[in-house]
């Protein structure tokens, strides 16, 4: 009987899946060289397909354990209706040109701004001097008004999240490890832009292909009516994520934003 139970563990231990193997993932950006981080989103206005475009140049320099991303919005685009940018512009006009300087921990997460207080006025300034060119009692007026009073009522963290919030997601898995499992792995997060609220998704990302240093992911989650399909292209010698693709439905509507860092 004895037997026949160490037999029967025997087979159990056999019969478990192999554990996954986790590929680490460095964090070590290339220094002193000059990059252009381009992000272009479509959507579906007015029945025609119209894009947005936003090209910001970063160069990243190591200091002691840490680093400093130098970032500037260099220029912004698009070929929607001009109503249906107003307040786009009205938000990202007052940052064209501002330079900016991200500090980031080990782990890739953008912890501070230097010159906070003076990059902030720089914006505030940006913003004044585009609402002098406009009429008081027009659409364009009160669409930076609108972003006005909302970048007025940011606490420090506030700014710091506002500002960093599109560099961010380069450094979604640097310093971390990516499981290499054909069953993927559960992940929940939050969906927010363009929808106007945030709505919590859930699903999988999964390992789709490695040739050399470079991964493709794919992550494919839903929420309260809300589809997000995302890819990743991610280098796991410098641990950014130099390619991503993310496609959010909300109903019949479909946006699609494509992030390219050259």
């Not at 890739?108 to 230097?114: E, N, Y």
Request: aromatic share 6%.
């Amino acid at each position: 009987m004895k037997m026949w139970k160490l037999v029967s563990m025997l087979l159990l231990m056999g019969a478990q899946p192999a554990a996954a193997e986790l590929v680490p993932i460095a964090f070590s950006p290339p220094v002193g060289r000059d990059l252009v981080y381009l992000i272009d989103q479509s959507r579906v206005i007015d029945g025609q397909k119209s894009r947005f475009t936003a090209t910001r140049s970063l160069r990243f320099e190591h200091v002691g354990d840490a680093w400093l991303l130098h970032a500037t919005l260099r220029a912004i685009d698009s070929d929607a209706p001009a109503a249906a940018t107003q307040s786009w512009r009205a938000a990202l006009t007052p940052l064209v040109g501002v330079e900016m300087g991200f500090r980031i921990d080990a782990n890739g997460k953008i912890v501070g701004l230097d010159d906070m207080d003076k990059v902030w006025t720089s914006v505030e300034q940006g913003l004044a001097k585009m609402m002098a060119g406009f009429a008081p009692d027009s659409s364009r007026y009160r669409a930076a008004s609108s972003v006005q009073t909302l970048f007025a009522g940011l606490p420090p963290d506030g700014r710091l999240a506002l500002l960093a919030g599109e560099y961010q997601p380069l450094f979604l898995f640097a310093g971390g490890e990516v499981e290499d499992d054909a069953a993927g792995r559960g992940v929940r997060t939050v969906a927010g832009s363009p929808l106007g609220r945030p709505v919590k998704v859930e699903g999988l990302l999964r390992l789709e292909s490695r040739e050399g240093d470079r991964l493709r992911l794919e992550e494919n989650l839903a929420g309260e009516g809300v589809q997000v399909a995302v890819r990743y292209g991610l280098s796991t010698q410098t641990g950014l994520v130099e390619q991503q693709t993310r496609d959010l439905t909300l109903g019949a509507k479909t946006l699609t934003e494509t992030r390219d860092l050259r």
